[in-house]
Structures are given as structure tokens and as C-alpha cells.
């Protein structure tokens, strides 16, 4: 079964750090490109960023550029998000999702085929 496990979320304060990983099971990483989509209650689906099969190409929400920083390590079948400077606006669940595909896209989640049971992140003092 293919299943994407994401951990990491938890509380922070403003202007601190967390890292999320992304855990691939019963698939390969090496042929899906990679995204973070981020839900907030009462507002819409936002794509945070995403990396591209290879690692070669990323993309990041302008709300995120600069603070956030999307890895991907193959051969552990994991991807990261590093986020630093934490802002209470980051506070939201956040999803792992998955397609195949080279490159990855920040505004079509539908295009997205696994999708991971979210971590919540909340940024407070």
C-alpha cells in the first residue's frame, strides 16, 4: 500500500524553527515530484512548496520565500521542509503530497495523487 507518513509538526513559538519530514511506504520516491500543502481553519488550501523528482527544481509560496526550505532525500525515501522564522500565520495543517511526475506544481492539487494524514503546526507564544 503507498502511503506517505508525515511528522514534525508541533508547537512554536513565533520566530522559531521546526522541520517536517515526509516518509514514502510501498513506493519509490525516485519518480514523484513532492509537495507541501498547508490548511489553515476557515481559509483555503495553500501550496508552500515543492520540489521536482529529481531535486533539482523547487518552488515556494511568496508567503514562505526565504523562510522555508523543501529537501528531498532518495535514497531514505523522505522529504524535508525546513521552516525557520516561524510566523502565527504559519499555523495551519500541512500535508505531504505526491505525484508522478518530473515536475512539481504549487497550484494544482488536484494533480496530486497521495496525499499524507497532515501534521499540525500552530506558532504561538
Known amino acids: 500500500q503507498l502511503q506517505l507518513v508525515e511528522s514534525g509538526g508541533g508547537l512554536v513559538q513565533p520566530g522559531g524553527s521546526l522541520r517536517l519530514s515526509c516518509a514514502a511506504s510501498?513506493?519509490?520516491?525516485?519518480?514523484?515530484?513532492i509537495g507541501w500543502f498547508r490548511q489553515a481553519p476557515g481559509k483555503e488550501r495553500e501550496g508552500v512548496s515543492c520540489?521536482?523528482?529529481?531535486?533539482?527544481?523547487?518552488n515556494y509560496a511568496d508567503s514562505v520565500k526565504g523562510r522555508f526550505t523543501i529537501s528531498r532525500d532518495n535514497a531514505k525515501h523522505t522529504v524535508y521542509l525546513q521552516m525557520n522564522s516561524l510566523k502565527p500565520e504559519d499555523t495551519a495543517v500541512y500535508y505531504c503530497?505526491?505525484?508522478?511526475?518530473?515536475?512539481?506544481?504549487?497550484?494544482?492539487?488536484?494533480?496530486?495523487?497521495?496525499w499524507g494524514q497532515g501534521t499540525q503546526v500552530t506558532v504561538s507564544s
Open positions: 503530497v505526491a505525484r508522478f511526475a518530473q515536475r512539481c506544481d504549487l497550484t494544482r492539487a488536484g494533480s496530486y495523487n497521495y
Open positions: 520540489i521536482s523528482s529529481s531535486g533539482g527544481s523547487t
Open positions: 510501498g513506493f519509490t520516491l525516485d519518480y514523484y515530484a
